[in-house]
């Protein structure tokens, strides 16, 4: 299946396309081999948190990056960051929310105080794995444990649960227009904004991939609520088959979540493929609301789902 080691694949041609290698004296031996085990590190048996939601991310990361403010002011430093947030931002999700975790006593649960419980559990993860490969063990340990420590604040961001507190600091920001890109505390905070971004870009794909990101990521909160219903436990907000709908969910998703980061984005960055962007997240929100339920089917797809369609990745 050609998506199976896209993860692998695309990181490593970005990490070789910045030039990154060089910079960074890596081992191009040991950088493989690191990302090779972080693509382990995700579970294929899940529907939407698995390798090939990463790659997603990581493809939309770089297309960020690309963008002209980002593209003249990034350091080295931050692209490295960047790319490495993204492709381990979600390590070895489980399938199911920290709701779940909590109400069923997992140790995660415990271990983070039911505070963004998974998404310490992916940064821990991602530093293992650096750790283990060895990958950066030539850095300095003042510049190792500073970039991991970046890389934990950039993997928190992500944390959906907090979305409306880093959205309304990036408009205040905005509003008062004072981030400068050579200041490198604001360089850092866009970047956090950038994967924000990055993560919940399927619904700015076009209609054809984003329809199958939003029936797979609904398939594993069903999933979650079935698991719910086995086990007697209230069934968690969304993941309700009998009371939901993957239309009702993309609406509710798109009006609430998406769209608002996205403007503020668009803002921030005013490009054509900001654009773009914002015009599939309207007609895919048209289409949720308007077409006729056997086009809203997985099944309808117009590609395979087993091959990269043109325009971006998709499940
Ligand atoms: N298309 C979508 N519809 C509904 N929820 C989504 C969609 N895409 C992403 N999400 C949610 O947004 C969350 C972002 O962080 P996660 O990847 O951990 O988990 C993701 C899902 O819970
Ligand atoms: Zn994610």
């Keep these: 299946i050609v998506w199976r080691k896209s993860l692998v694949d695309l990181t490593l041609h ?8 060089k910079l960074f004296r890596l081992d191009l031996l040991k950088l493989r081999q690191f990302l090779v085990m972080v693509h382990e590190a995700y ?5 939407y948190h698995n390798a090939l939601h990463a790659a997603d991310v990581t493809q939309a990361m770089y297309c960020y990056m690309q963008e002209p403010q980002l593209s003249e002011s990034l350091t080295s430093c931050d692209i490295l960051l960047g790319l490495l947030a993204a492709a381990t931002h979600d390590l070895d ?5 920290q709701t779940f975790l909590i109400k069923t006593n997992h140790y995660l649960a415990s271990l983070y105080q039911n505070a963004s419980v998974l998404e310490n559990h992916h ?3 991602a530093v293992s794995l650096l750790r283990e490969s060895g990958l950066l ?7 190792r444990q500073n970039l991991e420590e970046r890389l934990g604040s950039l ?3 992500t944390d959906i649960s907090r979305q409306n507190e880093y959205l309304s600091q990036f408009r205040a920001h905005l509003d008062r227009a004072d981030l400068h890109l050579n200041n490198s505390q604001n360089r850092h905070f866009i970047l956090q904004m950038a994967l924000k971004c990055a993560d919940i870009c399927n619904p700015c794909r076009p ?7 939003s029936h797979k990521v609904t398939d594993e909160f069903f999933s979650q609520g079935d698991s719910e219903k086995r086990q007697n436990l209230d069934v968690s907000i969304l993941c309700d088959r009998n009371a939901n709908t993957v239309a009702k969910i993309q609406i509710g998703f798109i009006s609430f979540v998406v769209e608002p980061l996205f403007l503020e984005w668009a803002r921030f960055s005013d490009t054509p493929l ?3 962007m914002l015009g599939h997240m309207t007609s895919n929100k048209y289409k949720w609301t308007h077409l006729p339920q056997e086009d809203l089917r997985e099944s309808t797809q117009s590609t395979s789902s087993k091959t990269l369609p043109q325009g971006g990745l998709g499940p």
Excluded: M, T
């Design 155 to 157: 993997i928190l961001a």
């Design 93 to 97: 999700h489980p399938g199911v929310n």
């Design 207 to 213: 209609w054809h991939i984003s329809k199958l990101w």
């Design 137 to 143: 063990s030539h850095f300095p340990s003042e510049d």
């Design 43 to 47: 579970r294929r048996q899940n529907p």
């Design 14 to 21: 970005l990490f070789i396309d910045y030039g990154l290698i």
């Design 123 to 125: 940064w821990k993860c």
């Design 274 to 276: 900001s654009q773009i």
